[in-house]
């Protein structure tokens, strides 16, 4: 069934704005990092740079390239986001011992504290979204698969490769 626009051309469901997949979870990406805003602007912090804060607490010392890779950044972008964060303390940049070309990147003392105080963050983004933790699990994956499929990374079945 079409629907009429106010031009009156008639538009396929498939080409209405309100039906895609891809501007949901891009509103819905929107509206997480406007929800983090309460407790990252207090200190300076902006999404992206706690999203690498984040990995670093999981493996900390890694290159630009090996940071880049899980948050999906290329080192054009996250570059100039570490030399922030490295002028606001979070972060230490220093060449690789064995490679000279690569940079290590580090937490600071400032860094590792912040882990601790960040601790509530997920469980507030959990009452905001409306959802319980297997709600969120089962939405996490779902949407895991979909990138995955999309980056051509998953089987017909949906399993990532």
């Known amino acids: 069934m079409q629907k009429a626009t106010r031009a009156g051309v008639k538009r396929a469901p498939e080409q209405l704005l309100e039906n895609q997949l891809c501007f949901a979870i891009y509103a819905a990406a929107h509206s997480f990092a406007q929800a983090y805003r309460p407790f990252l602007d207090p200190v300076g912090l902006t999404y992206p740079q706690y999203l690498v804060l984040l990995e670093l607490w999981e493996r900390d010392g890694q290159t630009v390239r090996e940071l880049g ?20 303390g979070w972060i230490k940049r220093k060449p690789d011992a064995a490679d000279g070309r690569a940079v290590r990147v580090s937490l600071t003392a ?52």
Not at 70 to 77: A, N, Y
């Open 69 to 88: 890779a899980p948050l999906f950044l290329d080192s054009g972008t996250l570059t100039p986001m570490l030399k922030r964060m490295e002028a606001a």
């Open 110 to 161: 400032k860094g590792i504290a912040f882990r601790h105080k960040a601790r509530a963050i997920p469980a507030a983004m959990m009452c905001a979204s409306g959802l319980d933790i297997a709600g969120l699990t089962a939405l996490r994956n779902k949407v895991k698969r979909v990138a995955a499929a999309l980056r051509g990374e998953a089987t017909p079945r949906g399993r990532v490769r």
